[in-house]
């Protein structure tokens, strides 16, 4: 299994920055994907941002205000929220998606880690 925990939540006023991390353990071999969603009340599950091996993607809503990353040697993903609004409230969850030792494949997600910007 693979065991993902998420840091990095708060409350920020509209205009600020929040950086999240979400690191990864576990017996894994290698990833496909790392990325992160998020969830508003009353709303489906959205992809905010993804990197894999060679490209990130991100949600227009997001472009140029968000930036994400990952560290290969800690087995980290980061996202850098910058210029948050009020519509970026949310529980933003990390997922991670690879291949573990033993070459069966792997879908995780973390706890959730809650973002409110305030108007």
């Known amino acids: 299994q693979v065991h993902l925990v998420e840091s990095g939540g708060g409350l920020v006023q509209a205009g600020g920055s929040l950086r999240l991390s979400c690191a990864a353990s576990?017996?894994?071999?290698?990833?496909?994907?790392m990325g992160w969603y998020r969830q508003a009340p009353g709303k489906q599950r959205e992809l905010v941002a993804i990197i894999t091996s060679g490209n990130t993607n991100y949600a227009d809503s997001v472009k140029g205000r968000f930036t994400i990353s990952r560290d290969n040697a800690k087995n980290t993903v980061n996202l850098q929220m910058n210029s948050l609004k009020p519509e970026d409230t949310a529980v933003y969850y990390c997922?991670?998606?690879?291949?573990?030792?033993?070459?069966?494949?792997?879908?995780?997600w973390g706890q959730g880690t809650q973002v409110t910007v305030s108007s």
């Open positions: 576990g017996s894994i071999d290698s990833f496909n994907a």
């Open positions: 997922n991670a998606r690879g291949v573990l030792w033993r070459k069966t494949t792997f879908d995780s």
